[in-house]
């Protein structure tokens, strides 16, 4: 089993920045693809970006790209979202989810989830 718990969302004004961390534990997940994904009010959950394990390969969604980065610590078993130039549109229940079969952008084949971290953006 592979425990994911979230942490450092909060409410923050348009244009500012935060990072989310997601802190693993259960088993070594050097080979697992970490990815982040976003479930706003009123819509699906949103692929955001994903990577192996250290940063080998990492997807991106296109709405994120220049403003999200992922990044590793496999020494702390961390792996963090760096959100910069925050818009209202980005509000939303963001998730950590690990599995170890391959890199994707589909939630449905993720195995393990964490249970969230809010995120809310003031205009």
């Known amino acids: 089993q592979v425990q994911l718990v979230e942490s450092g969302g909060g409410l923050v004004q348009a244009g500012g920045s935060l990072r989310l961390s997601c802190a693993a534990s259960?088993?070594?997940?050097?080979?697992?693809?970490m990815g982040w994904f976003r479930h706003a009010p009123g819509n699906e959950r949103e692929f955001v970006v994903a990577?192996?394990?250290?940063?080998?390969?990492?997807i991106y969604a296109d709405s994120v790209k220049g403003r999200f980065t992922i990044s590793s610590d496999i020494a702390k078993n961390m792996v963090y979202l760096q959100i910069n130039n925050l818009e209202p549109e980005d509000t939303a229940v963001y998730y950590c989810?690990?599995?170890?079969?391959?890199?994707?952008?589909?939630?449905?084949?993720?195995?393990?989830w964490g249970q969230g971290t809010q995120v809310t953006v003031s205009s």
């Open positions: 990577m192996w394990w250290g940063g080998s390969s990492t």
């Open positions: 259960g088993r070594t997940l050097s080979s697992y693809a």
């Open positions: 989810a690990a599995d170890p079969r391959r890199l994707s952008r589909a939630p449905g084949f993720y195995d393990y």
